[in-house]
């Protein structure tokens, strides 16, 4: 075993093969994994080893993807068989709703680049002639599905690994880690200590244990799941090819052909935890005693789907641990504030994620960053808040109804509330309906009296449409109130600071106190890191309000360029509560509260600075508007967070004061065609195909991104990003449908929703660079149906920003 290695990937599961291969594959020379017993041990070996091409988002679709293409090769290449079978899935659908599902299912694979097509009933049989059709409405037929022998793909990326130079030990169990002072580690175990220059905790279940010793806490919780396998099944037998997955949510199971017979799981409701407080250091090829009790509904759903399996002897029955996080999906990157650790943990569908796992990690310690944007996987998504019983709830709630339709404006509450801001209570009172984000409870939209404050889940006109259609137009007419205290929110201080936001960020920063800029960030690669207003509120001081929900995200990317001394960045986005005042009598109100002149001549458009605001004796204001109306954001403490709001209420009741929820600020921004993090901004794109150009100075001698930005600015785009009007009656979209120009896919939408001071549905989103401003029909498809798209030459509402700069 080598002293001393570049990276030590600690875990033998098909997570850590696929790492130790992938990194090989970079370039890396000194790569050692450490394997506690024998390859496979934990969850690998006895999963049921289904993989798929769609992931439910773009980039996750291209994960999975990527896993599920690379087995071929992966047996080309090593000699090692994968098992692999590529038989494809069906989708079955019986009720309207997953109808609805299925579509947006079947739209958003082609955004994604995939092909998947509506069977018939006849084309269903012959596809899988077991399955009953009585009850089933639909079927969506999606080629990139199959499933893999999980031993032979373990073995076959350790074989691949160790070809290339990597060494894998066994039977070597890690006792310890400890950071060296120059920021690598030892890694301390059973037969010798090795020095890493980076650490990989691809531990599967025992991924707990293995951050601790690093001081760690991840927000993973395993569970118990089952699946069975039967006797062979005569009709099964008689069969000359292989059938199909059958995915049926509405029966809640999923089946697939093993050997002659068949191979039926399910994700138990009510879910069951296993080894809460931390798994046992001798568990390993061993598996936990069945309950078939608990699958009882499941079973007598799926023998109604499949009347074959009714007859069939059970031949094993698996009940085995897997290891979740509170959303299901990986957490996977650099640990935010620990140096050189990274995590590879919580992978659900490992032969449909290990792979793209291996890839992405290797190319992110290559290139400083990730190849595009995997955020949905990042660790630096939960932070402390993200504790046990949080994440016991969100586990469990996860997995018991894994089957059940997901909508894309959904807000679970299993595990809610967690961090709630000090008007939560009135908020309450005043029927609003709540959203979290990082943890953090916000008023999506506010029911009015006499109504339950309870969302309907539909992909259709959901049950606050006109609510929210209320909110805006009452914020157009007089002044509405919404709550931001989820922004993100940063302190940059020192004698440095602005010289060091002058090398981290593109744009020039502000010169003067009271002075605000809007600004991209960029990674190494000139792509966009991050978007921020920057305010200087003194000499050596500097607000950043980014947002909220990437705010570990972005205190990681920083780290790497703070010197050692005269200058602080510091996270306020818990530490400061902020609201939103807009609306043409927003000047009036607060000219009520605050102790400055707030005309604008005064205080115009932009200007940023401390003010006395009521009973808040500081308070930051910004002269600006997410809503494109005369409007202003305030930040105070804790502390006068309730109280400002409560003197807000009471000062505006002859203004016509109101509160508006992001259900209404998401529908004000999209009319005035800005963009959101995650959304229309991301990793994924450069700042001249987001519209973000003109911010980007090159002036300026030194940022981090320029040299390659420079590049790219001269280089033909290969998105634009568009603005966007539909025609929608009774459904709009939600975001991530493709625009076709005929049936060719010519851009994607990235938000959506409907604009209520113009009257129309409307998006956000990005053509192709070869289609940017063509004047050729578009369309999406809504549900089904075609509808016709035009691109937008300007925002629909107030082209001109004239009511915002007034």
């Known amino acids: 075993m080598k002293s001393h290695v570049e990276v030590a990937i600690i875990g033998g599961g098909v997570t850590g093969c696929s790492i130790a291969y992938h990194l090989m594959k970079a370039g890396f020379k000194d790569v050692l994994l450490i394997e506690r017993a024998e390859l496979t041990a934990g969850s690998t070996w006895h ?29 080309r290449e090593t000699g090692q068989s994968c098992g692999f079978h590529h038989v494809g899935a069906l989708a079955l659908a019986r009720t309207d709703e997953r109808m609805d599902e299925l579509q947006r299912h079947h739209m958003a694979a082609r955004r994604a680049g995939l092909e998947t097509g509506w069977l018939t009933i006849e084309e269903t049989l012959k596809r899988c002639p077991i399955l009953d059709p009585s009850t089933i409405k639909g079927v969506l ?46 890694v301390v175990t059973k037969n010798g200590t090795i020095r890493a220059d980076r650490v990989v905790n691809a531990a599967g279940l025992w991924a707990r244990e293995v951050a601790a010793m690093a001081g760690i806490q991840l927000p993973l919780m395993p569970v118990e799941h089952h699946y069975f396998v039967t006797e062979s099944i005569p009709e099964i037998e008689s069969l000359d090819f292989e059938l199909p997955l059958i995915g049926d949510a509405d029966s809640e199971y999923y089946m697939r052909q093993e050997g002659k017979g068949l191979l039926l799981g399910v994700y138990e409701d009510p879910c069951t935890h296993w080894a809460e407080k931390g798994t046992p250091l001798n568990f390993g090829h061993e598996l936990l005693p069945n309950q078939l009790e608990r699958i009882d509904k499941n079973f007598l759903q799926a023998v109604e789907a499949v009347p074959v399996l009714g007859a069939a002897g059970v031949k094993r029955i698996i009940n085995g641990p897997m290891i979740f996080s509170p959303d299901l999906n990986p957490l996977i990157g650099p640990y935010p504030g620990v140096p050189n650790y990274w995590c590879a943990c919580g992978v659900m569908t490992g032969f449909s994620q290990s792979a793209a796992i291996g890839m992405v990690l290797a190319g992110w310690m290559k290139e400083r960053e990730p190849l595009f944007d995997v955020f949905m996987w990042d660790v630096a998504r939960y932070g402390r808040w993200a504790g046990k019983a949080y994440v016991k709830a969100r586990t469990g709630d996860m ?83 919404i709550d931001i205290s989820t922004y993100g929110k940063h302190v940059v201080k020192g004698a440095g600071a602005r010289a060091w936001l002058d090398h981290v960020m593109a744009n020039r920063m502000p010169t003067r106190d009271g002075q605000l800029v809007l600004t991209p960030m960029l990674s190494h690669t000139g792509h966009l890191m991050g978007e921020f207003s920057v305010a200087q509120l003194g000499k050596a001081e500097f607000l950043l309000i980014g947002s909220g929900v990437v705010d570990r995200y ?11 001394h005269d200058v602080s ?14 609306g ?5 109100l607060l000219s009520r509260l605050c102790d400055q002149d707030l005309s604008g001549d005064a205080w ?13 004796a500081e308070a930051i204001l910004l002269r600006v508007a997410y809503t494109g109306e005369l409007g202003y954001e305030i930040y105070v403490r804790p502390e006068s967070h309730l109280p400002l709001l409560e003197a807000l209420i009471e000062a505006g009741k002859d203004l016509g004061v109101s509160l508006a929820g992001i259900r209404a600020l998401n529908s004000l921004r999209i009319e005035k065609g800005y963009g959101a993090w995650g959304l229309e901004y991301a990793l994924d794109y450069t700042p001249f195909e987001s519209g973000m150009g003109a911010l980007v100075k090159f002036d300026k001698p030194d940022f981090v991104g320029r040299e390659a930005a420079l590049k790219l600015r001269d280089r033909s785009k290969r998105y634009v990003y568009s603005l966007f009007e539909i025609d929608a009656d009774d459904a709009d979209p939600w975001g991530d449908e493709p625009i076709l120009a005929g049936e060719e896919v010519v851009g994607f939408l990235s938000s959506a929703a409907y604009g209520f001071r113009v009257s129309r549905s409307l998006a956000l989103g990005y053509m192709k660079g070869t289609h940017a401003g063509t004047a050729e029909p578009l369309s999406i498809d809504i549900l089904g149906k075609r509808r016709s798209v035009r691109l937008l030459s300007a925002a629909a509402f107030d082209p001109t920003a004239s009511r915002m700069k007034s």
Request: proline share 8%; net charge neutral.
């Open 47 to 75: 999963a049921a080893g289904g993989t798929g091409a769609f992931g439910g988002g773009a980039n996750a679709t291209y994960l999975h993807n990527y896993s599920f293409s690379i087995y071929p090769q992966l047996e």
């Open 141 to 186: 037929d999606e080629p990139h599905f199959g499933h893999v022998d999980p031993s032979g793909v373990t073995q076959a990326f350790a074989k691949g690994a160790r070809d290339m130079g990597a060494e894998i030990v066994r039977h070597n169990p890690v006792i310890d880690t400890r950071l060296r002072p120059d920021g690598s580690w030892d």
């Open 399 to 481: 997995y018991a109804t894994r089957f059940k339709t997901l909508y894309p404006y959904e807000h679970r509450s299993a595990g809610r509330p967690v961090l709630t801001t000090p008007a939560y209570a009135l908020y309450r009172e005043k029927g609003a309906v709540f959203g979290a984000s990082d943890g953090m409870e916000f008023p999506l939209w506010f029911a009015p009296s006499g109504t339950k404050p309870e969302e309907s889940l539909t992909f259709r006109r959901p049950n606050w449409f006109e609510v929210v259609k209320g909110e805006c137009l009452a914020l157009q007419q007089g002044v509405g109130i």
């Open 554 to 564: 972005h205190h990681r990317w920083w780290e790497q360029f703070l010197p050692s």
């Open 569 to 582: 960045v510091e996270s306020m986005t818990s530490g400061l509560c902020g609201l939103s005042v807009s």
């Open 584 to 588: 043409p009598h927003a000047r009036s």
């Open 604 to 616: 115009p458009y932009r200007r940023t600075g401390r003010v006395q605001m009521g009973p808040a």
